[in-house]
């Protein structure tokens, strides 16, 4: 059997503003190891008055291994969210 790699640090994948409105919280997904596990976090980061980003508690840690999952859920949301009318064009970004 063929091990898998180990992230020897945190990858962040994709980061965005949690609101138009409120520069000072954003949702970020990164790709993590923990006790020897790959794990997806998508958690929300907020920005002291000190300009630093800190982790809040408020986010999900998932095991790879369940990212297609999420994945097909996430599709589906989107789906339904256009065909309800929800969002504006097809990628539906933040006004």
Do not use: C, Y
Request: a positive charge; charged letters at 25%; hydrophobic letters at 45%.
């Amino acid at each position: 059997m063929t091990e898998r790699p180990i992230l020897a640090e945190t990858l962040v994948v994709a980061k965005f503003w949690k609101s138009p409105r409120n520069k000072a919280q954003h949702v970020r997904l990164d790709l993590s190891e923990f006790k020897g596990h790959a794990l997806l976090n998508i958690r929300i980061w907020s920005t002291g008055t000190d300009g630093i980003d800190r982790p809040t508690p408020k986010g999900i840690a998932l095991t790879v291994r369940r990212l297609p999952e999420l994945a097909a859920a996430v599709a589906a949301a989107l789906a339904k969210a256009q065909e309800l009318g929800l969002l504006d064009g097809p990628a539906g970004g933040d006004e």
